[in-house]
């Protein structure tokens, strides 16, 4: 008799294929099935070929294959794609069957999904997995959250397939319908900022100091000696070290960046929960302009670039923009665990943001050493409001701000955009500002819209409104914070 499979799939393209025979080698038996039949048949005969591996041409036969509860993950695209298939599934499983969706969807979409499921009887996943394609083979960083009851039936196969630190597994139940859909998001927020900040440190070098792409996968590697260890800044060195024709392949390729939406989701999250989100919206806003490389040149030849040159000290610069590049990641950080928290908070989730950072510590695009420090940080003190307010956080930014500050003003003036790592120093300092000029700002909507304004001598949460030209009237718009 043929063992029935632990768990199935639907989705065989390069993330599922490398997630299922990662899960076999982990001692589980796989049912697969794709839309496009003849992707089973062709994994079927080769990579899966003499595996506990079960291929299936239809979803009844999928379905027919498992072993209760029947635990069926989708890696399909988001949106639509999901619906139909969970559509097509529902008549197929029985109660307590549990449905997993492993694809980047909109957290909003999974906390409707995760009810919608549960009102059929049966048990609903969405869970982030990073790590791309060596990640899912030999382990991503895993984020499941849904309807609770469901962890116990996939804990021993997520936790297998999962990347492993020295102190734990890169996977753990981080709440309840869309939030692991939600943090997920966030990493991948997180991995714009990360890489857009990299983007901008590398043209510093390129068009300022004028280093040869060689020397710069030389600097790269140098600091992913130390505490800019990560999994990105490794791949920058070995991008930037790589050669086609005898030179860096990295100047053949085009400057003008795809996305897939993940981080415009993460902007338009922290617009709808009023969290400042700075530097990871410029990150988005840059992929944006560079696509538009047409208008660029253009605007090139019409608005020519300051004529500076660089007259300073290369090593002392390299010095500078590790400082930089170090300090705009704690910012990146700290302004996605803010937008957590007020998530956790508005939608009633139990994060724990110290595990948070453990998930995110192998496996996925940004691990880093890095986020040893941030777990500490969450695990000495569960309620800090901000990380940048944690001890060590906040002398790393007094120690190495200045020569971010020279990396900002080098740049400003060089005609240099650096509009990631001047946003995260914009935000640092309105952050510790304890006067901003929002009193003005508040006075001009009571001017214009009676929209009213607090009093620095009276109790917050008292309103008050000036005729400000002595022909208005008395009447007020009421108070309301988006």
């Known amino acids: 008799m043929v063992k029935k499979a632990d768990i199935a799939l639907i989705g065989l393209a390069v993330m599922g294929e490398n997630l299922v025979l990662n899960m076999e080698s982990k001692g589980f038996t796989v049912a ?30 999928l379905v027919a294959s498992l072993d209760r509860p029947r635990k069926v993950m989708m890696l399909v695209k988001a949106g639509s794609a999901v619906d139909d298939l969970i559509e097509q599934l529902l008549p197929l ?7 997993i969706d492993g694809g980047n969807s909109n957290y909003m979409d999974t906390i409707r999904r995760t009810q919608y499921v549960e009102s059929k009887g049966l048990l609903y996943i969405g869970t982030g997995v990073s790590g791309g394609e060596l990640g899912a083979l030999r382990g991503p960083s895993m984020m499941p959250g849904g309807s609770p009851a469901a ?6 196969i997520f936790t297998a397939a999962a990347a492993k630190v020295p102190d734990g597994v890169c996977c753990e139940w981080v709440g309840a319908n869309g939030a692991g859909h939600f943090v997920k998001m ?41 505490r800019l260890s990560s999994y990105l800044i490794e791949i920058t060195a070995d991008i930037l070290a790589y050669k086609h024709d005898g030179k860096p392949l990295i100047d053949y390729i085009l400057d003008a960046a795809g996305q897939k939406g993940t981080g415009k989701w993460t902007v338009s999250a922290a617009l709808e929960l009023g969290t400042p989100l700075t530097l990871i919206a410029e990150s988005v806003f840059a992929r944006t302009l560079s696509s538009q490389k047409d208008e660029r040149i253009n605007a090139s030849k019409a608005l020519p670039l300051p004529a500076v040159a660089f007259a300073g000290d290369e090593r002392k610069l390299i010095d500078d923009l590790e400082s930089a590049l170090y300090c705009a990641k704690i910012i990146s950080y700290a302004q996605g665990f803010s937008l957590m928290r007020r998530a956790a908070v508005h939608y009633g989730w139990d994060l724990n943001f110290g595990n948070i950072a453990l998930l995110w510590r192998g496996g996925c695009i940004i691990r880093s050493a890095f986020l040893d420090d941030i777990k500490r940080a969450f695990d000495a003190d569960a309620s800090l409001e901000n990380l940048l307010l944690d001890a060590y956080f906040a002398a ?9 500050r020279r990396v900002c003003v080098q740049a400003i003036g060089n005609g240099v955009p650096t509009a990631a790592l001047s946003a995260a120093l914009s935000y640092l300092d309105a952050l510790r500002s304890a006067n901003l000029p929002a ?13 009213t304004y607090e009093r620095t001598d009276r109790p917050r949460g008292e309103f008050f409104h000036t005729n400000w030209t002595g022909e208005g009237g008395d009447t007020a718009s009421s108070a309301y914070v988006v």
């Open 32 to 61: 697969v099935y794709n839309r496009t039949t003849d992707k089973v048949a062709r994994f079927a005969e080769s990579r899966a070929k003499g595996k506990k591996i079960i291929a299936t041409y239809s979803l009844q036969e």
């Open 93 to 99: 499983l029985e109660q307590g069957d549990i449905i």
């Open 151 to 156: 962890w116990a039936a996939v804990k021993d």
């Open 186 to 226: 966030v990493h991948n927020g997180i991995e714009y900022g990360d890489m857009q900040i990299i983007c901008e440190v590398y043209d510093i070098m390129r068009r300022i100091a004028k280093m040869p792409a060689g020397k710069i996968a030389e600097v790269f590697a140098q600091w992913n000696k130390g």
């Open 396 to 404: 790393q930014i007094q120690d190495s701000e200045a020569g971010w």
């Open 439 to 451: 009193n003005l700002l508040q006075a001009q909507r009571d001017y214009f819209g009676a929209h």
